[in-house]
C-alpha cells in the first residue's frame, strides 16, 4: 500500500471504530489504541507504521499539549495551586513508598526496586487530558485540579530523570555484577598495526602453473581485507624481475610476467644500471626487491613489519655498485648478495616470510636457496603449491598481528 492508501484505510476504520465505542460509551482514546492493534503488526498488518504515521502521531501529540497550554490559566494555578501540589506530592510519595515495599516483598533489589517505584507513581499526561477533553470536563474544577495535579508530576518527572542520570553517572552507587556465564566472547581482533610488504616475484617461470593469478590474487584479497578490517595497517606490492619496482594495486590486474628475450642457456652480463631497460627482464633480482622494501617499509608506521615474499626460483640478478649483473644460472655471488639484502632488511626488525611455489617437482634444486635464506634471516618459509598461496599468506598475515 502507498501512504494514502494506508492513511485512508486507517481513518475509516478509525472512525468505525469510534463510533462503535461511543455506542457502548467508552471513551475515544480506547477506540483509538484499539485501531491501533487491529491495523499493526501484531492484527491484520494494513499499516506498517512508517515515517510519516509516526511523523503525524508526533504532531497530534505537540497539538495536544499546546491545548493543555491554552487551557492553563496562571490565576487559576494560584487558587488551585495548594490543593494540586499537596494531592500531586502525597500521591507521589504515597505510590513510590507503597511499590517499593511491594517490590522489596517480592524479592527485588534495592536498586530495580527504586525504579520500578519511581515508574509506578507517574501517570500519562497525554491520556488524561485527552480524556478530559473528550468529556469536555477540561474545564471543570476537578478538571483544572487535575490538570495541576499533572503538572506536579511532571516537574517531579524531571526532577527524578536528572536524580537517575547522575545516579548512573556516578556508577559507584549502581554496582554491576558480572558472572562469568553473563560474558560471551563472539570476536576478536588484533589491535596492533602492521606494515606489509608483498614482493612478488614476476620473473618468466610465474607464468606456469597458474603461479602469477593466485599471487595476484591474494595481492588484492590483502589490499581488500586490509582496507576493510584493518585501516590502520598498510600494504606495498613490490614486482621483481631482472629490477624491482613498487606496483600500483590498481594496476594489478593487466600485469603479466616479463616474457623471455634471450634463449640462451648461460648469460653472464654487467652493465650500467641506468641502462637496465636494455637487458632481458625475465631474470630474477630479489635483491633489488629487499633494498626497495626497506626503504618503504622505513616510511611506514605500523608497530610491526613484514616482507612476504612470494617466488618459484633462486635470484639470478642483482646490483653491484652502479652496475646490474645478470646470472645465469644463479651463481653463489648473486645468492651471497641476496642474502646480504635480505639480512639488512632483518636488521630493520622486519620479519621475512617466504612463500616458495613448488608445482614443478623436476626443478627443486633451488629452494635450498629458500633454506639459506630463512636461517639467516631467522624467517618463515613455506613450501605450498600456486592453489594454497591464497590460504598461506592470509594465515600468515593474520598471525602476525597476534
Known sequence: MSVFQEMAALLAIASAIGLVGIALRQPLIVSFIAVGILVGPSGFGIVSGGIVIETLARLGIALLLFLVGLKLDIGLIRRFGRVALATGLGQVAFTSIGGLLICLALGMGAVEALYVAVALTFSSTIIIVKLLSDKREIDALHGRIALGFLIVQDVAVVLAMMAIGTHGAA???????????????????????????????MSYSMSNFGRFYHAKRIALAMDALIRQRFPEDSLDLIGFYTRAEPIRIDRLPLLM?????????????????????????????????????????????????????????????FVDGADLVLRYPADEQTAAATLQSAQALARQDVQL?????????????????????????RGVSFYCGSDQLPRCVLESYIAGKR
Not at 556465564?181 to 589491535?191: G, K, M, P, Q, V
Not at 630479489?286 to 635470484?315: N, S, W, Y
Not at 616470510?353 to 626443478?363: G, N
Request: charged share 25%.
Open 171 to 201: 556508577g559507584a552507587a549502581c554496582p554491576l555484577f558480572l558472572a562469568q556465564a553473563d560474558i560471551d566472547r563472539y570476536a576478536a581482533e588484533c589491535t596492533d598495526s602492521s606494515s606489509v610488504a608483498l614482493l612478488v616475484d
Open 257 to 317: 610476467p616479463r616474457p623471455v628475450s634471450l634463449t640462451d642457456k648461460k648469460l653472464s652480463l654487467r652493465l650500467p644500471l641506468d641502462d637496465a631497460d636494455r637487458a632481458p627482464q625475465h631474470l630474477t633480482n630479489l635483491q633489488m626487491a629487499f633494498d626497495l622494501a626497506g626503504r618503504t617499509l622505513a616510511e611506514r608506521h605500523g608497530r610491526k613489519k613484514h616482507a612476504f615474499i612470494v617466488l618459484d626460483g633462486e635470484p639470478t640478478a
Open 353 to 377: 616470510t617466504t612463500f616458495a611455489l613448488i608445482d614443478d617437482y623436476y626443478y627443486m634444486d633451488w629452494v635450498a636457496f629458500v633454506d639459506r635464506m630463512t636461517r639467516a634471516t
